[in-house]
């Protein structure tokens, strides 16, 4: 049954101002920018009629009948939680809300490392071998993984508390690394075998009937960047984002059979190592930086145009998934 959008945005974010952080554990690096939540919603305007900003799920939840018309951005990032980004795709579930983006199965697979993974291995994509960590007794089993490994949170994104020290050449590297995530973050720690190749990142925009995609990487000195790097360096203005060609020739349609087994995506990323040619994937994301200058954005720059065009199809994609329309005219 078609749905009717009565022409507004309610997007659902934490914007902090745009400072960097300095600490390698300090959250407020996985939160969106005051600078990025305003451009997104001034690129926005120009396709609603109106669009509201509320600052939580607790927010959404109380004025939730307010919207029963509108469209929800989820654009909120949380604090602690490992189900933090499925709040509120699961609360517009829950109220029947039309929503951007991945539902919150999708958003709880994602957020797990492991977990993820074996998506991967079902659509036939490369992943390094992995061991989750969750106590001392477990540091052992990593001996049979090869050596040098990466050694990073379960379930945390945005280079939250990786540094160049993550790359581990024996087994007590894992153990310091360990217990600092272990005492910062109070989670279990994944390590895989470390692929030492260009980072790319593939972005899609799935809309009910089509797929669009394109891939980016980070560039330093106008060459592709694939060595260790953390948030000071990956931020700064070192690094700018640019297209990046997929040489092996089946990847996308593999990425596509990943996307497959989850029902609603609408925007995703997967970020990816090349080894001897392989793409192998680091790690599969639906919570997607949504700035003009980042790596999703540029990505998808000659199949989705530009970043006015980007935001404009996840909008009327996201309504094409309801069945409702974008108005026409004021």
């Given at each position: ?6 022409g ?11 400072i960097?952080?300095t600490?390698?554990f300090?959250?407020?690096i996985?939160?969106p920018?005051?600078r990025?939540?305003e451009?997104?919603?001034?690129v926005?305007?120009?396709f609603?009629r ?7 799920p ?10 029963t018309?509108?469209?929800i ?13 499925a709040?509120?795709p699961?609360?517009?579930?829950a109220?029947g ?13 994602c ?5 993820s ?26 001996c049979?993984?090869?050596f ?9 994104g ?21 217990s600092?995530?272990q005492?910062?973050l109070?989670q ?8 030492d ?10 809309g ?8 980016s ?13 953390d ?8 690094l ?6 997929v040489?092996?020739s089946d990847?996308?349609?593999?990425a ?5 087994y989850?029902e609603k995506t ?10 001897d ?5 680091i790690?599969?994301?639906?919570d ?9 954005v ?15 199809i ?7 998934w309801?069945g ?7």
């Amino acid at each position: 049954m078609s749905r009717i959008w009565d022409g507004r945005l309610v997007i659902v974010a934490d914007p902090l101002p745009d400072i960097m952080p300095t600490f390698t554990f300090d959250r407020s690096i996985d939160q969106p920018t005051q600078r990025v939540v305003e451009e997104l919603l001034a690129v926005a305007r120009k396709f609603c009629r109106e669009t509201v900003l509320l600052n939580s799920p607790a927010e959404l939840s109380y004025r939730y009948r307010e919207f029963t018309d509108s469209l929800i951005f989820p654009y909120w990032f949380g604090r602690k939680q490992r189900s933090r980004h499925a709040y509120v795709p699961g609360l517009c579930e829950a109220c029947g809300l039309m929503f951007v983006g991945a539902d919150a199965f999708t958003k709880t697979v994602c957020n797990d490392k492991e977990l993820s993974k074996a998506v991967c291995r079902l659509s036939g994509l490369s992943v390094p071998s992995s061991i989750v960590v969750n106590s001392r007794e477990d540091l052992e089993l990593c001996c049979a993984l090869d050596f040098p490994v990466f050694a990073k949170p379960n379930f945390e994104g945005t280079s939250l508390g990786i540094t160049e020290r993550n790359v581990c050449a024996t087994l007590a590297e894992v153990e310091v690394i360990f217990s600092q995530i272990q005492r910062e973050l109070g989670q279990p720690v994944i390590v895989e075998e470390y692929i030492d190749g260009i980072e790319f990142s593939a972005a899609f925009l799935v809309g009910r009937d089509r797929i669009l995609h394109g891939a980016s990487c980070w560039m330093l000195d106008g060459k592709p960047f694939g060595g260790v790097y953390d948030w000071r360096l990956k931020r700064g203005e070192q690094l700018t984002p640019g297209l990046f060609e997929v040489s092996r020739s089946d990847f996308w349609d593999r990425a596509k059979k990943a996307l497959s087994y989850f029902e609603k995506t609408g925007l995703f990323r997967i970020d990816c190592r090349v080894r001897d040619g392989e793409p192998v994937v680091i790690e599969l994301t639906p919570d997607i930086y949504l700035g003009a200058d980042g790596e999703f954005v540029s990505a998808l720059s000659n199949a989705g145009g530009t970043y006015p065009d980007v935001i404009g199809i996840i909008i009327r994609d996201s309504l094409e998934w309801y069945g409702a329309e974008m108005p026409v005219g004021d």
